[in-house]
């Protein structure tokens, strides 16, 4: 096992890791910019580290600085929390050749999921269920045109660097083919250095659904079930739930048996997500993410189980602490994610938070870095913390959810509260008949 994991991030993850590693009894290093020298987990861990300046090229993308701290510090692994480094397969290398271990999976498995054509052929080569679509990178105007007539109008032309929802255009019919291709190829070349692009069949009303999965570092898969996140706005995630409500037991088993087959023959090891997007009862792989995500709580919250420690039993060769059969659903789970925004803008909303009370209870996780006093930083995401309720069912789910809400207290900014307590009195929301357009369109009606 680790003597001592550096923690290569900030915010309410950073305390979550930081958490888990205490448990273990795993001695924990911070790093941090000059704008987080008063954040939680720099007060909460064993030793810090100021990396440097506010913005995050400077400090958290500043895979030298963090090297430097490992070394100054004798840290012997790297938790990269999500977003920042976490998918830098650079980073992952730089360690490795450093006999530090990155906790996640290898350098080589990042790379392959960070590019979608190549993420989308490992899939299909695995018998992950795909979108229809081009076999691959797609250059030529008329292969466009016989693609997008074979797999039928409209169809979405997406940018292999790209992911996350940035640099996709949507063709409705062939007369908007030929400059949503030449388009979405210029923008990916200025954004991403890299203008592949590729075809997919346009899913109109589909849901976000996504399978937790891990590998054991020694060729074995499991999964963890599924997370709805079909509420978003502009590709930002807002709420999400496990299980998902339009999912059956057997859907369940079959996608999840899919899934953790496939990692097991990739020889994948740690946290992974793939992503679905889920209609008329079928699922089609869109990407796969090689981090621990925002709404993993919901996953540990149905299951019982703390995914942190799982990564970092994997990372350290020691396995999971559990086998397929031995992972049990319990249970329903809602996160909502507490932003320091304007509930309508989404503008964000920096300052001090002058008063933070935050729910308890039976079924109740509020996991944030921030308190009383705090003083959000301007230079970084908005997430300030995020609400997980758990019951026995749905219905428990919600009604836990409403009360906790009502008990929710942050005054000094603007916070994301409202929206969700506008959510949980919502009749679809209620019924679980979303679909990832649902918020957006839900937005645009009340303005
Ligand atoms: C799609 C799609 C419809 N059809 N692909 C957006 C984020 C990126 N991960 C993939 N995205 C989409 N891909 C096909 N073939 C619609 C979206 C999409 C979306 C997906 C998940 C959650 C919210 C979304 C909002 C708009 C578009």
């Known amino acids: 096992m680790f003597q001592k994991i550096l923690i290569a991030n900030r915010g309410e993850i950073a305390l979550r890791v930081l958490r888990a590693c205490k448990e273990l009894g795993i001695q924990t290093v911070v790093v941090h910019s000059t704008a987080d020298a008063d954040a939680m987990h720099v007060r909460l861990a064993d030793e810090s580290v100021c990396i440097g300046p506010p913005p995050s090229r400077d400090s958290y993308l500043n895979i030298h600085q963090i090297v430097a701290a490992c ?56 018998g992950i269920p795909v979108v229809p679509g081009s076999d691959g990178a797609v250059t030529d105007q008329k292969e466009a045109r016989r693609i997008a007539a074979e797999i039928g109008y409209p169809v979405i032309i997406k940018a292999s660097a790209g992911g996350g929802g940035r640099g996709m255009k949507v063709a409705l019919t062939e007369a908007d083919l030929e400059v949503a291709l030449q388009t979405a190829s210029t923008e990916a070349g200025a954004a991403f250095g890299d203008d592949a692009v590729y075809i997919e069949k346009y899913l109109e009303k589909p849901r976000h659904i996504e399978v937790q999965v891990f590998g054991d570092g020694f060729g074995r898969g499991v999964h963890f079930g599924e997370r709805d996140c079909s509420l978003q706005r502009r590709h930002q995630k807002v709420w999400e739930e496990a299980p998902s409500p339009a999912l059956n037991a057997e859907e369940r088993a079959r996608i999840g048996g899919i899934c953790a087959k496939a990692i097991a023959d990739l020889g994948y090891s740690g946290a992974g997500t793939i992503e679905f997007l889920y209609e008329n009862g079928e699922f089609y792989f869109i990407e796969m993410n090689t981090r621990l995500q925002v709404e993993h709580p919901v996953t540990e919250a149905i299951t019982g189980i703390d995914l942190v420690h799982e990564q970092i039993r ?113 009749a679809d929301i209620a019924n679980g008949d979303y679909d990832i357009h649902w918020l957006e369109k839900s937005l645009a009606k009340e303005e």
């Open 71 to 126: 070394e100054i510090t004798g840290a012997d692994a790297v938790h990269p929390g999500y977003g920042f480094l976490s998918e830098n397969a650079k980073f992952a290398d730089i360690l490795a050749a450093h006999n530090i271990t990155f906790i996640g999976p290898s350098g080589d498995h990042i790379r392959i999921m960070g590019d979608k054509i190549e993420a989308k052929r490992t899939a299909k080569r695995l």
């Open 314 to 426: 994997v990372a350290s060769g020691g396995g999971l602490s559990v086998k397929q059969e031995d992972i049990k659903f319990n249970g329903h789970a809602i996160e909502c994610r507490i932003n320091a925004e304007d509930p309508r803008t989404f503008t964000p909303s920096p300052g001090t938070i002058t008063h933070f009370h935050t729910p308890g209870g039976l079924g109740i996780r509020v996991d944030s870095g921030v308190y009383s006093g705090y003083k959000i930083p301007p230079y970084y995401d908005s997430l300030i913390g995020k609400l997980i309720v758990h019951g026995r069912n749905r219905v428990e789910c919600m009604m836990r959810l409403r009360r906790a809400l009502d008990e929710f207290v942050v005054d000094g900014i603007k916070t994301t509260l409202p929206l969700f307590r506008d959510l949980v009195g919502n």
